[in-house]
Nanobody, 124 residues
Framework: QVQLVDSGGGLVQPGGSLRLSCAASGRTFNSYAMGWFRQAPGKEREFVAAINWGGDRTLYTDSVKGRFTISRDNAKNTMYLQMNSLKPEDTAVYYC?????????????????WGQGTQVTVSS
């Protein structure tokens, strides 16, 4: 069992930045690949970014490439998502997750544990 607590969301103006954190406890954190997903009102939950257990491989959805950076600190059992140049269309609840598989196209089917979510709102 893994418990995930995500935090760091908030209200930011377009072009601004936020850093999300995901603190893990329970089973060995660095055994898992990890990911961030988001869900906007009325839309399905979608993949945003992923990082493998060693932290040397990452994946991003096309809409955030060059703006978002995923990272992890296994010594602290924590994963991060640095979000820069935020746009109104980035507004959503963001969820961290552990991944049971590392595949070329990551979806919610690869998730085995979820965080509770943190709201990100990009608005002027």
């Amino acid at each position: 069992q893994v418990q995930l607590v995500d935090s760091g969301g908030g209200l930011v103006q377009p072009g601004g930045s936020l850093r999300l954190s995901c603190a893990a406890s329970g089973r060995t954190f660095n055994s898992y690949a990890m990911g961030w997903f988001r869900q906007a009102p009325g839309k399905e939950r979608e993949f945003v970014a992923a990082i493998n257990w060693g932290g040397d491989r990452t994946l991003y959805t096309d809409s955030v490439k060059g703006r978002f950076t995923i990272s992890r600190d296994n010594a602290k059992n924590t994963m991060y998502l640095q979000m820069n140049s935020l746009k109104p269309e980035d507004t959503a609840v963001y969820y961290c997750a552990t991944l049971r598989l590392w595949v070329a196209v990551i979806t919610t089917r690869e998730v085995n544990y979820w965080g509770q979510g943190t709201q990100v709102t990009v608005s002027s």
